[in-house]
């Protein structure tokens, strides 16, 4: 959030300020003051680990809680805050609350602000500001502009407050107050200036001037220096949002497309393809080159995000098999984070639909271990409840949703509905009974009751209640007009059906008597009419046409495979082979672990065979090795993995047995450095064989690196080379302190060449942290390597150049 900008800038002074008394805290606070948080807390969590003093601990524990923040790691800084022995330092609640912030814990972030005010902490102006950056995102807009107007006169606060102000009334639609408080704005910096136009900007849109608007911000894309990212983005926003004024969503897009393309791993891509999907709604036939371009290329996160909104497009499409692959695909990339973590949700919505249960339960889990927001974890609980109950899980989902019911959740009414029918599947009418009651008197809707009246008598109908007739049938007489009588109407009709004998023609008779039905009902009227037909017997062809339409209009439909496995078993019976083999193909695939699959995929080989098609008899054969294999335990598979694990090694053992001689031997100290180091990067090339020699590598590179008798020259190539163990390992943490630390060794007099190892471990460890996306610490290394000035001081410079230009690292 913006407020921690402004929060740490002035942390950074006051940290600047304090004298540490031990070289440990002073160097990550060295690597905080250079921009570089992720070192200071690789440092201080190994420092944190030690038998310290409860002075020196709390102090190198409040400096990590601080470095967390600034890293973006703000769950890691809460663990640290809530030790005991930090509450009652100033520093501590205003650090939890900058983390709560980052979090987007507005409620438990704002008492904290409000204390550190009260507290006169070094951060009370910071706290009173993001006090009222809380209060707008819990949307007490006019409390908040008061916190805000209480800055204005603040040297360093005073300008970021008047602008948040200003945001606040166009929030309101309050144009006069904000061009009035706007005209009194004095910049003194280019962000500021650059913040002024946006407003300007925002003004116009407002006032209902977009082809101004658009001029307005398009001067800041096109001039971003001096800009910060978030304004930037303002910017691209306030041009989609003027086209959608205009009516002209396709030339907003191009706009949108064209950064993301300059910026595939932007940190907020999930509101720009946010921003770019609602401009593709409003399109009649929106383009989806630029999507499926992005999902084939391997940049990330970019590729997750395209993969999930061409998804989007395709459901809205009608294309559902081309979204799963969409969403399949980006299932399994193995780079998520929790932006992705609602696209895994939409994803089991779908498969939920598509009744493949266990999937939609493991992609939610997925989701769920992503850390996503708590709005979007009380989605996914009551999701979970709901998939449970259709798997026919009961307890489980009754004892889910009870616990939705009673929690804060917006949804929990909803749950206690659900609850109450859970424990009526268990026979548990004591419980049901209960939860009825809490609907009705909570609601006090004749209509939610009803509903449960209903659920209860088409529950009875399901498990073989003899009370169901009379529930339903007094369902229908008291409440003719409801919404769901069709729905008591198909019920009555499937128990004469499933009655023995079978009573056709009274299940014909309430077929009949369905109007106006619910998508349910409709499709439970189809597929028991399906069923009555093929009753009646002779009319094969009259079955086939009607199976066939309730599979094009219902294929989710949990009847479907059913339906399917009739309509084979018709064609088969018609010697309709090719058909037979489809349809029977088609169940098997659709059901991988249903008890019939065997059975279906049997006699699609048989109708292969009958066929008499050219390709028919290896058709045949494939499928009955399905068949062979589906109890089989893929031994087959296991052996083949085992002769390509078999493959030559080279010649790296021979050459370990000849270093081994040398460090045996006395040779010169010299060469059994450079034997130990060849030693280590043997076993580092046979790392990807078997990844405990990453660790064998990394114990001779920290031998070498302890000679202290060896010039920096080594100890930099060890450390470097240490460094790439440690990353091997995915280590990332102690693979970029690792390569900082090369950074920070003494140099030697005349010592030009241990440069070569200086810029290795330097443009590694700005490798790592643009991996990251750490683009201020990256910086702040390559600022590091620009003022070596050696060979590579320009590249590193290009370097630094390009991530400031990309990712607007310019000062504030």
């Known amino acids: 959030m913006r407020i921690l900008v402004a929060a740490l800038l002035v942390a950074l002074s006051i940290s600047s300020a304090r004298a540490e008394t031990w070289p440990e805290v002073a160097k990550a606070a060295t690597a905080l003051d250079e921009g570089v948080p992720e070192v200071a807390v690789a440092s201080l969590r190994v420092l944190l680990k030690r038998d310290l003093p409860e ?10 809680a601080e470095a967390l923040v600034r890293a973006n790691q703000p769950e890691d800084a809460m663990k640290i805050l809530d030790d005991s022995r930090l509450h009652d330092l100033p520093a501590t609640k205003f650090w939890r609350a900058q983390a709560l912030a980052s979090l987007g814990r507005a409620t438990e972030a704002l ?91 925002r003004l116009e849109l407002v006032s209902h001037w977009p082809e101004k608007a658009i001029i307005t911000f398009e001067s800041i894309l096109n001039q971003p220096k001096g800009a910060t990212h978030s304004l930037v983005l303002a910017a691209l926003f306030g041009i989609a949002d003027a086209h959608l004024q205009l009516k002209t969503p396709e030339k907003g897009d191009d706009v949108l497309e064209d950064f993301i393309e300059r910026h595939p791993q932007d940190p907020d891509l999930d509101r720009i393809f946010a921003k770019l999907d609602e401009l593709y709604r409003a399109e009649r036939k929106p383009s989806r080159g630029e999507l499926e371009r992005w999902a084939r290329h391997p940049e990330q996160p970019r590729r997750g995000f395209a993969q999930w909104y061409l998804a989007r497009l395709e459901l809205r499409a009608g294309h559902n098999e081309r979204a799963i692959e969409s969403f399949d695909a980006l299932r399994q990339s193995p780079e998520k984070s929790p932006a992705m973590a609602p696209a ?142 069709s729905e008591a109407w198909v019920a009555l009709a499937e128990l004469a059906f499933h009655s023995s004998p079978p009573r056709l023609d009274e ?21 028991l009419a399906i069923w009555i037909e093929d009753a009646t017997g002779g ?56 008890p019939w699959t065997e059975k279906a995929l049997f006699f699609a080989a048989e109708s292969a065979m009958l066929s008499m098609g050219s390709h028919s008899m290896e058709q045949a054969l494939t499928l009955f090795d399905r068949v062979v294999h589906l109890n089989g335990d893929l031994k087959w598979a296991a052996r083949n993995e085992q002769a390509a694990i078999e493959r030559k090694l080279g010649k790296g053992p021979d050459a370990v047995v000849l270093y081994d001689e040398v460090l045996k031997g006395d040779a010169r100290p010299a060469e059994k450095r450079e034997a130990l180091c060849g030693k280590a990067d043997i076993f580092f090339e046979m790392g990807s064989a078997d990844a405990k020699n990453y660790q064998r590598a990394g114990e001779l590179y920290d031998q070498l690196a302890a000679d202290r008798e060896g010039t920096t020259h080594w100890r930099k190539q060890a450390l470097f080379k240490k460094g790439l163990c440690l990353e091997k390992e995915t280590d990332r943490d102690g693979a970029l302190a690792t390569f900082y630390d090369v950074l920070e060794q003494e140099p030697e007099p005349n010592g030009a060449s241990e440069l070569f190892w200086f810029y290795k471990a330097g443009f590694s460890a700005g490798r790592l942290l643009e991996d990251q996306s750490k683009w201020k610490s990256a910086a702040a290394v390559y600022q590091k390597l620009v003022a070596a000035g050696g060979a590579r001081s320009e590249e590193a410079k290009q370097r630094l150049d390009r991530v400031r230009l990309e990712h607007f690292l310019w000062e504030e």
Request: net charge negative; charged share 30%; glycine share 2%.
């Open 539 to 594: 009319k094969d062809q009259a079955v086939i046409a009607m199976a066939r339409k309730f599979l094009q209009q219902h294929a989710t439909s949990k009847s479907a495979p059913e339906v399917r496995m009739k309509l084979a078993e018709l064609y088969y019976r018609e010697q309709d082979f090719p058909n037979a083999q489809t349809e029977f193909e088609i169940l098997a695939e659709q059901n991988p672990n249903a």
């Open 55 to 64: 002075n020196e601990w709390c102090a190198t524990a409040e400096k990590l």
């Open 111 to 201: 008492p904290l602000y409000q204390q550190a005010i009260t507290d006169r902490s070094p951060f009370a102006a910071e706290a009173r500001f993001g006090e009222a950056e809380m209060l707008r995102s819990l949307n007490r807009t006019d409390e908040s502009i008061e916190r805000f107007s209480a800055l204005f006169r603040d040297p360093n606060l005073g300008v970021r407050a008047q602008v948040r102000a200003v945001e606040l009334y166009l929030d309101k639609n309050d144009t006069t107050t904000a061009v009035r408080l706007l005209n009194k704005i004095r910049p003194t910096t280019i962000l500021e200036r650059k913040e002024r136009h946006l407003l300007r900007g």
């Open 507 to 527: 299940a014909r008779k309430y077929l009949a008597a369905v109007s106006n039905p619910t998508p349910a009902a409709e499709e439970r009227s189809e597929d």
């Open 344 to 485: 895994l949700f939409e994803f089991a919505q779908l498969q939920m639909q598509y009744r493949q249960f266990d999937r939609a339960l493991s992609i939610l889990n997925e989701a769920r271990s992503l850390q996503p927001t708590h709005d979007l974890v009380d989605q996914i609980d009551f999701l979970t409840a709901e998939i449970q109950y259709r798997a026919r899980h009961f307890d489980a989902a009754a004892r889910s949703f009870e616990q939705i019911a009673n929690s804060s959740s917006p949804v929990a009414a909803e749950a206690k509905f659900d609850a109450a029918l859970g424990w009526l599947q268990l026979g548990q009418g004591d419980r049901f009974a209960a939860d009825y009651r809490q609907v009705a008197e909570k609601t006090g809707d004749e209509k939610s009751s009803a509903e449960l009246r209903l659920d209860a008598g088409l529950l009875q109908a399901a498990n073989g209640d003899r009370q169901a007739v009379d529930s339903l049938q007094r369902f229908v007489r008291e409440f003719p007009q409801h919404e769901r009588v």
